[in-house]
Nanobody, 113 residues
Framework: QVQLVESGGGLVQAGGSLRLSCLVS????????MEWYRQAPGNEREYVAR???????NYADSVKGRFTISRDNVNRILYLQINSLKPEDTAVYYC???????WGQGTQVTVSS
């Protein structure tokens, strides 16, 4: 059974930081494309960042310079370090992988002004 389990969300003041984690099981992890998405209330789910499994990363323009995606292949964990949080970063953050289109259940990030 494939599972992507996010954790690390919470309530934080603007300017603060969080590190989100996504523990992956039931599917190969090394060299796998892993992504973070987010969905704010009333909005569509949007792309945040990608790790291509070979050292390459990509970010949405709205998070460049503040968010860092990384991975621990030994422990099968995907991370998202979020710095300089803004109220507009408030959303449920999801872990995602392709090509199978597996999603986690999400972790809530709430940023207060």
């Amino acid at each position: 059974q494939v599972q992507l389990v996010e954790s690390g969300g919470g309530l934080v003041q603007a300017g603060g930081s969080l590190r989100l984690s996504c523990l992956v099981s039931g599917v190969s992890f090394n060299n796998r494309i892993m992504e973070w998405y987010r969905q704010a209330p009333g909005n569509e789910r949007e792309y945040v960042a990608r790790d291509n499994g070979f050292g390459g990363t990509n970010y949405a323009d709205s998070v460049k310079g503040r968010f860092t995606i990384s991975r621990d292949n030994v422990n099968r964990i995907l991370y998202l370090q979020i710095n300089s949080l803004k109220p507009e970063d408030t959303a449920v953050y999801y872990c995602h992988t392709i090509p199978e289109d597996y999603w986690g259940q999400g972790t809530q990030v709430t940023v207060s002004s």
